[in-house]
Every structure is written in C-alpha cells, then in structure tokens.
C-alpha cells in the first residue's frame, strides 16, 4: 500500500484547506482510511476516518462541524486498485495546526480506528500552519 498527501500550507484563523490522499494498494478497498495529525512535541492524534472508501465516517470531537472526510475517487480497473479521499477542514484554528497524515488499516472497530497503532500503512505527511 502507498500513500501520498497534498494540499497542506499556511492558512489564516478562520480561513480553509483541502488535504488530499491518493492510496493505492491490491487491497485498499478493504481499509480503513485515516487522517491523524502531530504537533511538535505532541502524540499522533486522530481526526478523522472512514470505515472503508466510501464507507461510514467518524470525527474526533475537536473537528466535528468544521472538518469534512471524503471519498473523491476510486479507481478499480487498473492492474492496482486507487482512490483518492480528501479532508476539508474549515474555520482552521492555530491548535489545528501540525503535520498530518493519511493512514490505511484494517481497524475492525470504531474505537481501533482511532488508534494509530492500528495503522500500519502512512504517508509521508502534509504541513498545516494556521496563524492567528
């Protein structure tokens, strides 16, 4: 499985960014597809996922109303299967600032899917700076 963000930079308090995720994979239509983010000094946290491209999706309470999880794209006829999913995140504030990644998993439970740990496929990351 490989993974790649886009779409991050500097941002205004208030203002808005789309992440962006393009995961491929023989298998990626089975996963669990994360988005986590990490401030220096700071833990993995979670942010958001879907249960599977497509699928049901689930916030951590301190972006609900403001960030929103999507599928953009599935591609399933080529050889490796593809699919871009995306995070738009309003009324971005500065502790929203970090790095943040996309992640695939087989998190079999709304409470694993939460879990960094559960993921065993990241991508390289995407810097979000919100100033104030």
């Known amino acids: 499985v490989q993974l790649a963000e886009s779409g991050g930079g500097l941002v205004q308090g208030g203002g808005s960014l789309k992440l962006s995720c393009v995961a491929s994979?023989?298998?990626?239509?089975?996963?669990?597809m994360g988005w986590f983010r990490q401030a220096p000094g700071k833990e993995r946290e979670f942010v958001a996922a879907?249960?599977?491209?497509?699928?049901?999706?689930?916030?951590?309470?301190?972006?609900?109303d403001r960030f929103t999880v999507s599928t953009n794209r599935i591609v399933t006829s080529r050889s490796i299967p593809e699919i871009t999913i995306s995070l738009r995140m309003n009324d971005l504030k500065p502790e929203d600032s970090a790095l943040y990644f996309c992640?695939?998993?087989?998190?079999?439970?709304?409470?694993?899917?939460?879990?960094?740990?559960?993921?065993?496929?990241w991508g390289q990351g995407t810097q979000v700076t919100v100033s104030s």
């Open positions: 992640a695939a998993g087989l998190a079999p439970t709304v409470a694993s899917m939460k879990n960094a740990a559960e993921y065993p496929y």
């Open positions: 994979g023989q298998n990626i239509m089975n996963y669990v």
């Open positions: 879907l249960s599977r491209p497509g699928g049901d999706k689930y916030y951590a309470d301190s972006v609900k």
